[in-house]
């Protein structure tokens, strides 16, 4: 075996990937209707329980829910805990600044949504139990959901403080991690 005498080269390549994700019918529901600036959940037939966005079957009782079994849920919830970003410069990276992601108790639901961008209120004023409200996009800058089958989309850009006073424990406590 001869032994390498050259330095080492580096390349550098950027590479990409297309894909397409194959959306349900219920999500595809749930999107039109966050086009339409409402969010709403399915609630269980059997257990009550509702959950957002929508899947189609209660994973606890294993029932289907359908369209007749379609709730409003509110734009507003409550912080139940959350993460503080520091973004790693990476190629195509445009973020610079620290920022929070938060999972959300809305208000009519049962679960909450995880990875919701917080805006508005300063990093070390996050808490849990802080009320918050949805940041929904203008009606001509929300786009098709139909591609992506889960979240939010772009209709909502995130979650301001409301200004309510702080959720009781009680309400969010078995929902903290």
Known sequence: MSEATEPVRFMQQVISLDYVTKVSPVSRAFGRALLEGRIVGHRCP?????????????????????????????????????????????????????????????????GT???????????DRIRMGLRVAAVWAADADRESTDARGYGFGSAITGFAPSGEPDADRALYEKHTL
């Open 113 to 123: 949504i995880g990875q919701q961008r917080l805006t508005d209120v300063p990093l």
């Open 46 to 110: 059997q257990c009550s329980l509702v959950y957002v966005p929508p899947r189609g079957f209660c994973p606890i009782c294993v029932v289907e829910t359908t369209d007749a079994d379609e709730v409003p849920v509110a734009d507003r919830g409550v912080v139940t805990s959350w993460t503080v970003l520091t973004p790693i410069q990476y190629h195509g990276q445009t973020e610079r600044h620290d920022y929070a992601l938060a999972s959300i108790l809305l208000d009519g639901a049962d």
